[in-house]
């Protein structure tokens, strides 16, 4: 074991409120919006099918050409309480919003730079209006901002000389004078989602990342942080030279979930962002050059997400000019429709403590002792699923959570094993069956353990 100064700042998992919130919350929207939503993927002609935010880098192109995108930056179709209303539809409890991505441009009005908001034809503080119209929405907000930072003339990917040394250490109090910005503009923001912190300049500055969490959770109490924010003072990225989890929750599943059965990874909080193209974050205007995930497609990792404990943030690409394309308003659409009446096996749930099984999903509210939900993508050719809990569970009911909640035949097969009979119950895939236990003390379950 290597002795560690700079690493985890407070022991996990958290459970003050403010991470209750964060945990119980499950779904949220990430929106990368900035300068790549012009271009939207094409240059001069010609499409590059890598990821639309990284067109600066996929086509060469300058960084004085790329900037006076700035210029051009006017979404006049931007509305935040649309928006807003959208994420409120579809269900999200939280979103996630790019301050600044790799390519320096910030959506709020900042006195470190020119190279923000004020300086475009848009003038007016955008970042702001979108925290206000989310908040009023009830939905928390936090801020992705990007370390790493192309504009920035003293950004070093590595630091080999004592100018390279000299600049970054400009970067960096640049950097923490514009989180505290942020977080001093911006006092509802809930946390902060660190990102481009993958080089060796980062990894050769953990404490200074140990430090920068501490000061800023000084300011704002309470907030939450994710794990690529952090190296520990080996240059250990999100677990420290020991394997400890750094932040507040482990942000490595991006594009990725886990493996359906995994349990460990249940013992941390975790949150998997994901893309509805397989590699866009940024606006790209054609989406025939990959596959499109679908609604069913999209509800199912959420679910997934939320057996094994994490949060699930799905990613939105707004156009330059401020709306969103009808094929990501018509997955939020179907989405919201599934959330509408099954959101109950989403918030505050989690883990059921039980194997994951071929039919779909177990979770399990954090509220109730005696009731699992079952959330079913796989249905069996028999007809009869096959349900293991754990040993001396007692089945008092299974029922479908769509109305009229019919109920299921039971046939006990061994202790805490059971078939539910499919009933004829027409209801939207993927649908939901509630299973409520007899409680440890009700006298069926004391007459049960005698035989
Ligand atoms: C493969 O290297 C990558 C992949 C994704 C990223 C960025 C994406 O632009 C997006 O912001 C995602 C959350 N982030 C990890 C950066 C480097």
Redesign the pocket.
Known sequence: KKEVKYGQLTELPRQDEAMKKWRSNRFGQ?I?WGLYAIPGGIWEGKTYKY?A??LKSSAGISTATWDSLQYQFNPVKFDAKEWAKMAKDMGVKYVTI?TK??EGFCLWPSKYTDFDIENTPYRKDLLGEFIKAYNEEGIDVSL?Y?V?DWHHPDWRYKLNTEEDKAAFERLKAFTENQLLELLERYPTVKGL?F??T?DQCWKDNGKFSYDLEKKLKEKNPGLIVNS?MRADEYGSRHFDSNGVLMGDYESGY??RLPNPWDVAVTKNDWEC?MTIPE?Q??YHKDWTLTHIKTSNELIEMLVQCTSQNGNFLL?FGPRGEGNFREKEVKLAKEIGDWMDDNSSVIYNCGYAGLKKQSWGYFTKSSDSDDAINMVVFNKPINGKYRVKLNKGSIIKRAYLLSKPKKSFNLEEIANGEYFLDDVKGKCKDPFVIIIELEDKDSKKFKQKALT
Request: proline letters at 0%; hydrophobic letters at 30%; charged letters at 20%.
């Open positions: 990430f990368h990821a935010e990284f790019t991505h790799h992705y990007s790493l989602w990102d481009g993958w690529r991006e594009r962002c590699n974050w940024g990613n």
